[in-house]
Nanobody, 123 residues
Framework: QVQLVESGGGLVQAGGSLRLSCAAS????????MGWYRQAPGKQRDWVAT???????NYEDAVKGRFTISRDNAKNTVSLQMNSLKPEDTAVYYC?????????????????WGQGPQVTVSS
């Protein structure tokens, strides 16, 4: 019902910057929180940052001051600007969206995930 298509990612040297973007499309009544998670090789998927529909942001401590999450509610997009990248930021990054649907009778919610672009930071 909802597709999240991500762009960005790639290879960058330590100290560099990258920008990830994610666009949601499909049958959407509203999108509550949108966020980013990441999964390094051999590790679990970890939360990175979240932005609510009202623009409230939260970040994992390790990325505070370096990453900035933003969203465009009109376009159903969310972005992650990553500055001062470190080798430990290397991971597959997943976009997420908490979507509300309306089927004509009731509201229901679902979580959706993007395909996960690779971000590699070389030392």
């Amino acid at each position: 019902q909802v597709q999240l298509v991500e762009s960005g990612g790639g290879l960058v040297q330590a100290g560099g910057s990258l920008r990830l973007s994610c666009a949601a499309s499909g049958t959407i009544f509203s999108i509550d929180a949108m966020g980013w998670y990441r999964q390094a090789p051999g590790k679990q998927r970890d939360w990175v940052a979240t932005v609510t529909s009202g623009g409230i942001t939260n970040y994992e401590d390790a990325v505070k001051g370096r990453f900035t999450i933003s969203r465009d509610n009109a376009k159903n997009t969310v972005s992650l600007q990553m500055n001062s990248l470190k080798p430990e930021d290397t991971a597959v990054y997943y976009c997420s969206a908490y979507v509300t649907h309306y089927n004509g009778q009731s509201y229901y919610t679902n979580d959706y995930w993007g395909q996960g672009p690779q971000v590699t930071v070389s030392s």
